[in-house]
């Protein structure tokens, strides 16, 4: 079964620009989770997507959005590029049911350089 | 909110020594308690979990106790090997898949 693959690896942008990522999750998962890795900040959470709805969401300006499509694959938009954003954007899937937690599964990430 | 407190920061054990990490939870209905470790430049990567209806879960080397009462959870390496050197992050749940993540754990292993 072919992993988390998200696109594009790399990214270098500038202050004010926008830019969209990318993540497909495992075949058969439903659930898209995005998280921006930072050094100081660590692992933090911007949002899930199930089915196409935004489920849950992070403490993240509205710089930030996404969405999921049909097929489960997610996109995550942000808007107006500050410097602070520079950083690793990991997107994980998971089965997810109603029932428990499942195990999430991560992709490569994004490294996000903004000049 | 969750909050996930994670002890030490950095780590570092002779090859062969016993290495422990430790996170304290604040929410007390969290039931689910992963483990991830992360080589540089690499994907976080699941190597155990636990949930809240036992106490220990051991793979291998690797072992995670559960403390509800103190609301604590530990992973426990033995025999540590250089190739355990990585980054530890632990994890507990708000809502359904929203996971608060420990500001991580850089282990080194000295062989």
């Known amino acids: 079964k072919a992993g988390v693959t998200q696109t594009p690896r790399y990214l270098i942008k500038t202050r004010g620009q926008q830019v969209t990522l990318s993540c497909s999750p495992i075949?058969?998962?439903?659930?898209v989770s995005w998280y921006q890795q930072t050094p100081g900040q660590g692992l933090q959470f911007l949002f899930e997507y199930f089915s196409e709805t935004q489920r849950n969401k992070g403490n993240f300006p509205g710089r930030f959005s996404g969405r999921q499509f049909s097929n489960s694959r997610s996109e995550m938009n942000v808007s107006t590029l500050e410097l602070g954003d520079s950083a690793l954007y990991l997107c994980?899937?998971?089965?997810?049911?109603?029932?428990?937690?499942?195990?999430?599964?991560f992709g490569p990430g994004t490294r996000l350089t903004v000049l | 909110g969750e909050n996930v407190e994670q002890h030490p920061s950095t780590l570092s054990v002779q090859e062969g020594d016993s290495a422990v990490i430790k996170c304290t939870y604040s929410?007390?209905?969290?039931?689910?308690f992963p483990w991830y470790k992360q080589e540089l430049g690499k994907r976080p990567q699941l190597i155990i979990d636990?949930?809240?209806?036992?106490g220990e879960k051991k793979d291998q080397r690797i072992a995670v106790t559960l403390n509800k009462t103190a609301k604590h959870f530990s992973l426990h390496i033995t025999e540590t090997q250089p190739e355990d050197s990585a980054v530890y992050f632990c994890a507990a749940p708000k809502t359904g898949n929203q996971f608060y993540f420990g500001t991580g754990t850089s282990l080194t292993v000295i062989p």
């Open positions: 929410d007390s209905a969290s039931n689910y």
């Open positions: 636990i949930r809240s209806n036992v």
């Open positions: 994980a899937s998971s089965r997810r049911d109603s029932s428990s937690y499942n195990e999430q599964f």
């Open positions: 075949s058969g998962h439903r659930s």
